[in-house]
């Protein structure tokens, strides 16, 4: 009965890292002005700022891209 | 006793979401040693310039330990990975890196006061004709594949306005130094190594063309 108990939690939380870890796969990743979501969170304020200037001068010289 | 292992559960999970991939990882902000030897009395406007971005994509891993069903399975989540996270698997020198580069460059000007003040500007329209206009231009960054641990070349070019004058105009080739597949060097410690360089050799430029006479 006892071991029956561990088997039961052990495919528990096997089940919840194999779920865990499909739900992070199908999730797309995010793109913040061409940088990836993941990369963009180690920036500062003062990076990401011109980041953004810079694609919007982009954006204004290439209309149609 | 459960809570010890939810508590597990939990701080696996939230280790397993905390890992920052090696390719999204960016370089700290650089930092100039050495003293600056100009200071111009004129403002400096730092124009960024991007130009093409050569990356390269980490090889699959397979695992032939997992027998024939765990390789389908490993190669379909490692597929799905790749088309959901094409971020995590792309070393590029790109944006990100780019943008730290700059805001170091000016920095390192504004705390050694090397002009009366500098302006980081991405519209060289926005430059006024009496400041000095400094364009760093990324010409190509290119990340070499996984045989050669990732390491980044860098062709860059320095571009120094004043008034009327000639333009003064210099180009950079750096390569980050430790490119052996044996290395354990990471990935962000070959943007900071390349990086460095070129900031080192973007100084020294400019201060040829202080001395020049500008």
Known sequence: MLKNNKYKKASFALLTIVFSLLLTACTPEQNIRGVPATTWQQLTPEQKQIIIEQSYQHDIENPST | ?214
Not at chain 2, 42 to 59: H, M, N, R
Not at chain 2, 70 to 94: L, Q
């Open chain 2, 1 to 214: 006793m459960k809570k010890v292992y939810y508590l597990f559960l939990c701080s696996m999970m939230l280790t397993l979401a905390a890992c920052t991939p090696p390719a999204q990882q960016v370089m700290p902000p650089l930092t100039y040693s050495n003293q600056i030897a100009f200071h111009d009395s004129q403002k400096a406007d730092l124009y960024w310039q991007t130009g093409s971005q050569v990356s390269s994509e980490a090889p699959p891993t397979q695992d032939y330990n997992d027998g024939i069903g765990g390789m389908i399975i490993n190669s379909v989540v490692n597929n799905e990975m790749r088309s959901a996270h094409p971020g995590d698997f792309t070393y590029t020198y790109g944006k990100a890196q780019q943008a730290v580069f700059m805001t170091s460059l000016k920095n390192t000007l504004v705390e050694q006061h090397a002009f009366k003040d500098v302006e980081l500007i991405t519209d060289p329209k926005a430059a006024k004709p009496q400041d000095v206009l400094i364009t760093v231009n990324f010409k190509e960054t290119r990340v070499l594949g996984h045989e050669k641990n990732y390491q980044i070349i860098l062709d860059t070019e320095l571009t120094i306005k004043n008034g009327n004058k000639p333009p003064f105009k210099r180009t950079y080739l750096v390569e980050s130094k430790d490119s052996s597949v044996f290395s354990t060097k990471s990935f962000k410690d070959q943007q900071t190594d390349v990086s460095q360089q070129l900031l080192n050799k973007v100084i020294a430029g400019m201060t040829q063309w202080y001395t020049q006479g500008h």
